[in-house]
Structures are given as structure tokens and as C-alpha cells.
């Protein structure tokens, strides 16, 4: 025979689940909730040091003895509590400590796996008798009952199966149960011999109660020796009955409310009725937990729901294959009435042009939808094309179902309006730049026929003229140049894949007199191979030429921009870093405004029209990407920088039904 320690191991439960599996028996193993103890058991039912057992390896034999180290509640051997005392222990005994059932096993030899039939094991407790045999335990019926409760389950219902499992194995004279609700008035369940009854029938020891609510401890009240006189501090209740109990429902360190039982005049409690009062608590207030915390997440939902249900804009939550979980009812109206729950999104696109892939969606972050035409015409009284702008954000918790949510935003009118003013200042511009163009060639005849002229001051006054009459043809010509952007976009885009140096050196050679005018001087710092964009050409060689044309507008003479390329999984990031003075503070939210200019001094001769920055951050937008700006960038104050980020692969816009702006863009142009 091995040692003893190598044949006995203990294994801690409770309500039936595994808490401590497989402690080997050597010498001694101390139990309780202290954490200095070899086993730990985190209950209030336990004592710091509750109980130990002693292995004794004597010739022939190896007795294990259990001893309770004096513990509140006593450890309780085959229906007996033992308080302060050490029994010998069996593998056929039933051991609890507390809330926890402890099993000692004796396994001489820990390799044999022999068939059922040949293991000696005695039936303690069965969680489903036979109809024909009556469970030798009727409480480890009722605790088995209550942990059996399927939840979440209402507080009158848990207290109810409760008190109706008590009546059925406690002599009682009252029973009274009380849960507070955290939001809503306390359940209080009563009982008497008689059956249920009005709280206003039973006495209830109010002492005893407040006193289990104030400190959270159970208390076993005795009064069978009290005789006739008792102490001055008994209130009327305690001085009638003989004993009763009293268990507080705790969960967290709160106290929600009591379990009492008073006894019959004919019994006394014991510390085992306690013990078996205190398992009833602990199965409540895990029924009662479970049922709040349901409660809540209900609760939550429903403001959830109501939140979306209230908001104009439409959100759509989508899992990691963007596949519709919940959308609320704005969304289910943008999408014609469908039901969208199941869907992937590019499923439910269907009626929306777009400018994305799903893979490059959530690096965006913003996109744009727009309906298909219908086919309806551009006549006068056609109904204003619906488009939306959309933003995602991603659940970074990863603690719920969805993924990414969805908010879609309309825009339409917002956009009709923006067209209209194009529209406007296109037909303003073609008819201001017709007189300015006979302005510019008079001016010029006078100037050739007058340069004999001796008097300096009429001569620089007429420079002055055809400088002035230059500068407003270019900004009118910018005017027409913008607009006619504008009317391009969804239209006229020619999309292709292009190499991002090309595009830049395009910029760099439209911006060349402006750069050797100021003596600026632009590196870039490309990796290895030629990074590829898709897009219109024309319009994204806009986009770098008006950032070119600001850093060098903006920038100090014989300064330096550098242009940096990051090739990300599915986006690239374009950086362009100056040395110039900076943005000045307040500017910053202002930038990107339609003819808003940054002019500090206030002078008016601020180069430009206040429409390159604008017209980049929309171009860029139609291609599914993000123009952001910061500055300054150096800790002096200095430097702005500027990045473009643009989706590697896109898809193509759709070649959409053109307004009548078109036909005015096509009239300029053949104007000028």
C-alpha cells in the first residue's frame, strides 16, 4: 500500500457544481474563507477558520478525522452539526461546510478505471428520485427545488416556492419573508400554519429583524431557558415565541431583505435548522441576482430602443460580416420599408449608389449613399434626389453582438442647395468675364498706343489697370473652374487606377512658376515601388495642386514641403509637412470654408479666393477618403500638415442622371 496521502482526496461543491477539485489528503488541510487556508471557500455561511481535516496513518488503516475549529455555523457530518468537536470521517459520509458539500474519496489505487459494477458507493442524495422511493432528506429536496427554479423569476414567485419549501420541512408557528425590489416596493410573503395570510396577522420580532437588515448576520434566537422573566431589551414578540431564526438575503454586501421562522411553543431550533435557512437564503438571492441583473439589461434594451426609435437619423448595427442586426425606424424608412434584419449591407445597397468596398468601410469612417435614378427625368418639379451621409463607428468592447454601427444622415436638400448656389455663381461668373475680357484688351490697346507717353504717372496708373483687370479674370476663372467641379462629380468621373508620384508630379508642374517665383523647394519620401490610387485623375491631380499651391501661398520664401506616402492594408495616408508659420489659433474650425480665407492682419491682399482648400476636401470626399489638417505641428509654433487619405481600391460612381447645372457648365466653358 502507497501512503495514505497518495489513497484520500477531497472535492468541494456547491448547488452541484465543482468549487476545489481533487485536494490531496497529507497530514492536514485546513478549510475557510481566510486565504491563509489550504482551501478557501468564499461564503458568508463559512468561518475564516471553519474546519481541518487529520490524516493518521497507522498500521492497516487510515483514519481521516474532520475537526471544527469552532466555527459559526458548525460543520455538519451525516445530519449532525459538529461545533468545536473532531469526529472520524468516512467516504461514505456526508460532509458540509457551510453552503459547500465536501466529498472524501479513497482511491487505493488511483490507475484502475473498473466498470460500475465492481465499485463499492453507497447513494447519498439523488437530484431526480424514482416515484417509488421517498428521498431520505426531504431539505436537500427543498434546496435542490430552489436551485432547480428556472430564471429570471419574479420576487413573489421565488419567495413564494420558498416559503412553501420551508412549510413543508421546518416547524414553524410564523414564517415571514421579505426582498426588497431596487425598483419597486418590497415583496413580504407570510405564513402560518394555517396557510398563506395578510403581514398584519403575524407577529414578527421587529428586534430581531433590524438587527439581521443592520449587521447582515444570521441569528438563532433561544429563549426556552429564558422561563418567565426575561431580560428588559425583549420585545413583546420575542418574549411569546420559544426560539426563532433569522437570515438576511445579502448579495455584494447589500442586505435586500430577511428570511424569519419562529418556532412552535413545543420546539426548539437548532443550529442545523439555521444552517439549512441559511442554504435557503443563499438559493434566493442567486435566483434573485440572476433576476435583477435580467431586469436590468431588459431595462436597458428598452431605452435603447426607445432612443433609436426617437432618432431622425437612421442606425443600422452590423456584425463583423456586416450582416443587419438591428436597424430602427428611421433606417427601415430610408431603405423603402425592407426588412434589413439578416441582410448583409451590400445586399441592402441595392437602390444606393456608393463609393466604398466593405473591407475599406470601417478605415473611412465616413461615406456618402445616394439613390439610384428612377428614371423619372430632369424636369422641372422632379422631386429632389435623396442622398445620405453616413459615419461608422466600431465597438471596441467586444463585449455584444454587433460590430459596427451605422448612421445615416439626410442630406439631400443640403446638397440641392449647395448645387444651386454652383449653379449661380457659374452663370455669374460667364456673365461677368465677357466685359472684363473687352476691360482687359482696351486697356492693353491704350497701353501700346501710349507707352510713347512721357508722363510716368499715367503709364504706371494703366499697369496698374491691366494688373487689376488680370487678377479678376484669374479669381472669375477659378469661379467657373470650381462649379464646373462641382457638376463633374458622379457625371463626368473618369475612374482609374493611377501611380500617386505621377499625380503629384502633375501638381508640382502645375505649381512650378508659383514654386520658383517663391524659391520653395518640395521633397518627397516615397517607398519602394509606385503606391497606385483609383480615381478621377483630373480632379485628384486638384486635389495636390491646391495643397501644393496653400504651402506655398502660406509658406515662408525658400521654404521646404515634404510629401510622405503610407501604405496601409486597405488605405493610403498622403502627408504634407511645411515649415511655415502655422495656422493662427482660433482659425483652424474655420478652414475649409467656402471663400473663407485666413487673413490675420485684415489686408484684403491675401492671394486666392478662399475656394482651393474647400474644393480638395470635397474632391476627396467623392473618392470615399478624409482631409484632415493640423497646426501647428512643431513645438515652436510652426509647421502645418496636412494629410490626404484615400481607400486603396474603391468602387467606380455610377454614371448618374446630370442636372440641368451641366448644361451651364458646357455653355462657359465653350465661352472661355
Not at 478557501?40 to 463559512?46: A, D, G, I
Not at 403581514?199 to 426556552?224: F, H, M, Q, T
Not at 434589413?340 to 473591407?359: M, P
Not at 478621377?536 to 495636390?544: A, K, P, S, W
Request: proline content about 6%.
Amino acid at each position: 500500500m502507497g501512503k495514505a496521502g497518495d489513497r484520500f482526496e477531497l472535492r468541494f461543491y456547491q448547488s452541484g457544481a465543482l468549487v476545489v477539485d481533487a485536494v490531496p489528503l497529507r497530514a492536514t488541510v485546513t478549510v475557510g474563507r481566510s486565504p491563509e487556508n489550504a482551501v478557501v471557500l468564499q461564503h458568508k455561511s463559512v468561518s475564516r477558520r471553519h474546519a481541518t481535516f487529520v490524516l493518521e496513518d497507522q498500521e492497516g488503516s487510515a483514519p481521516v478525522k474532520l475537526r471544527d475549529e469552532g466555527s459559526t455555523n458548525g460543520s455538519i457530518v451525516n445530519g449532525r452539526c459538529v461545533r468545536g468537536e473532531t469526529v472520524e470521517v468516512r467516504p461514505t459520509d456526508t460532509i458540509q461546510l457551510g453552503v459547500f458539500q465536501v466529498e472524501l474519496l479513497d482511491r487505493p489505487d488511483q490507475d484502475s478505471r473498473g466498470p460500475l459494477a465492481e465499485i463499492e458507493a453507497k447513494v447519498v442524495y439523488e437530484t431526480l428520485p424514482s416515484k417509488a422511493w421517498r428521498h431520505p432528506n426531504q431539505r436537500l429536496w427543498i434546496l435542490s427545488e430552489l436551485a432547480s427554479l428556472a430564471a429570471p423569476v419574479s420576487a413573489p414567485a421565488i419567495l413564494g416556492a420558498t416559503a412553501r419549501g420551508l412549510a413543508a420541512c421546518l416547524p414553524f408557528e410564523v414564517l415571514y419573508l421579505q426582498l426588497e425590489e431596487p425598483l419597486g416596493k418590497p415583496t413580504i410573503v407570510t405564513l402560518t400554519p394555517r396557510g398563506p395570510c395578510s403581514p398584519a396577522e403575524v407577529r414578527v420580532s421587529r428586534e430581531l429583524v433590524e438587527k439581521c437588515l443592520r449587521e447582515g448576520v444570521a441569528i438563532l434566537a433561544d429563549n426556552s431557558e429564558l422561563g418567565a422573566t426575561p431580560g428588559d431589551g425583549e420585545t413583546a414578540a420575542l418574549r411569546t415565541l420559544r426560539s426563532a431564526l433569522c437570515v438576511p438575503l445579502s448579495s455584494y454586501g447589500r442586505h435586500f431583505g430577511v428570511i424569519y421562522a419562529s418556532s412552535p411553543l413545543d420546539v426548539v431550533y437548532t443550529p442545523e435548522d439555521l444552517q439549512f435557512l441559511i442554504l435557503a437564503a443563499s438559493h434566493v438571492m442567486q435566483k434573485g441576482a440572476t433576476t435583477r441583473a435580467f431586469q436590468m439589461l431588459q431595462a436597458g434594451k428598452r431605452k435603447l430602443e426607445a432612443v433609436l426609435a426617437s432618432l431622425q437619423e437612421g442606425v443600422l448595427l452590423v456584425d463583423q460580416d456586416f450582416r443587419v442586426l438591428e436597424a430602427n425606424p428611421a433606417a427601415v424608412k430610408i431603405f423603402g420599408g425592407a426588412d434589413l434584419v439578416g441582410r448583409r449591407l451590400d445586399e441592402a445597397l441595392g437602390g444606393f449608389s456608393y463609393h466604398f468596398t466593405l473591407e475599406t468601410l470601417p478605415a473611412q469612417g465616413s461615406f456618402q449613399l445616394e439613390e439610384h435614378d428612377r428614371g423619372e427625368g430632369a424636369g422641372r418639379g422632379r422631386a429632389v434626389r435623396k442622398v445620405f451621409a453616413g459615419t461608422v463607428s466600431q465597438n471596441t468592447a467586444g463585449d455584444a453582438a454587433w460590430r459596427y454601427a451605422l448612421c445615416l444622415r439626410d442630406v439631400s436638400q443640403t446638397q440641392h442647395v449647395e448645387r444651386l448656389k454652383c449653379v449661380f455663381v457659374n452663370r455669374l461668373a460667364h456673365k461677368i468675364i465677357t466685359p472684363l475680357t473687352v476691360v482687359c484688351a482696351t486697356n492693353e490697346l491704350v497701353t501700346s498706343h501710349l507707352e510713347r507717353l512721357v508722363d510716368p504717372e499715367l503709364r504706371d496708373v494703366l499697369h496698374q489697370s491691366l494688373r487689376h483687370a488680370a487678377r479678376c479674370v484669374e479669381l472669375v476663372r477659378k469661379f467657373v473652374d470650381c462649379t464646373a467641379v462641382s457638376f463633374k462629380h458622379g457625371a463626368g468621373m473618369k475612374w482609374a487606377e493611377h501611380r500617386l508620384e505621377e499625380l503629384l508630379d502633375g501638381a508640382a508642374c502645375a505649381c512650378a512658376p508659383l514654386l520658383e517665383e517663391k524659391g520653395f523647394r518640395v521633397r518627397t519620401l516615397f517607398p519602394t515601388g509606385s503606391a497606385m490610387v483609383q480615381g478621377d485623375r483630373e480632379l485628384l491631380g486638384l486635389v495636390f495642386q491646391h495643397v501644393l499651391e496653400n504651402a506655398v501661398k502660406f509658406g515662408r520664401p525658400g521654404g521646404t514641403l515634404m510629401v510622405g506616402v503610407e501604405e496601409r492594408e486597405v488605405v493610403l495616408k498622403l502627408s504634407f509637412l511645411d515649415d511655415g508659420p502655422g495656422i493662427p489659433p482660433g482659425e483652424m474650425e474655420h478652414l475649409g470654408q467656402l471663400l473663407y480665407q485666413v487673413d490675420p492682419e485684415d489686408t484684403g491682399e491675401v492671394p486666392g479666393a478662399g475656394m482651393g482648400l474647400w474644393l480638395a476636401q470635397q474632391i476627396v470626399q467623392w473618392h470615399a477618403g478624409e482631409l484632415k489638417l493640423r497646426s501647428p505641428v512643431s513645438p515652436e509654433g510652426t509647421g502645418t500638415l496636412v494629410e490626404v487619405i484615400l481607400p486603396r481600391k474603391a468602387t467606380a460612381p455610377p454614371r448618374a442622371e446630370v442636372s440641368d447645372a451641366t448644361g451651364v457648365y458646357d455653355s462657359v466653358a465653350r465661352g472661355l
